[in-house]
């Protein structure tokens, strides 16, 4: 079992910087795939990034160029750095760790912790 807890979320203005992190427990965290989500609302939540144990990376369109997923294995954790943000950035983003196993997969979801870009 995963037990995963968000923070660095926050207020800033368009342009500004956040840094989110996401402790880990309760498993081995480097076997997991690890995962940034967001949900705005009234909207569906949809992936941000999300980085293998092996360190590759996968980014939203409307993120790239500007966030950067990365994980230490060590201190098992894993950082969202968000750059340029923009006021369409708003929303609750969650952490989220799975394991691709047959033929039921492990899926742990955090909490969640809020971002609001507003001037």
């Known amino acids: 079992q995963v037990q995963l807890v968000e923070s660095g979320g926050g207020l800033v203005q368009p342009g500004g910087s956040l840094r989110l992190s996401c402790a880990a427990s309760g498993s081995i965290f480097s076997t997991y795939t690890m995962g940034w989500y967001r949900q705005a609302p009234a909207k569906q939540r949809e992936l941000v990034a999300s980085?293998?144990?092996?360190?590759?990376?996968n980014y939203a369109d409307f993120v790239k160029g500007r966030f950067t997923i990365s994980r230490d294995n060590a201190k098992n954790s894993m950082y969202l750095q968000m750059n340029s943000l923009k006021p369409e950035d708003t929303a609750v983003y969650y952490c989220?760790?799975?394991?691709?196993?047959?033929?039921?997969?492990?899926?742990?979801w955090g909490q969640g912790t809020q971002v609001t870009v507003s001037s």
């Open positions: 989220n760790a799975r394991k691709f196993l047959v033929p039921t997969p492990d899926n742990y």
């Open positions: 980085i293998t144990t092996g360190g590759g990376t």
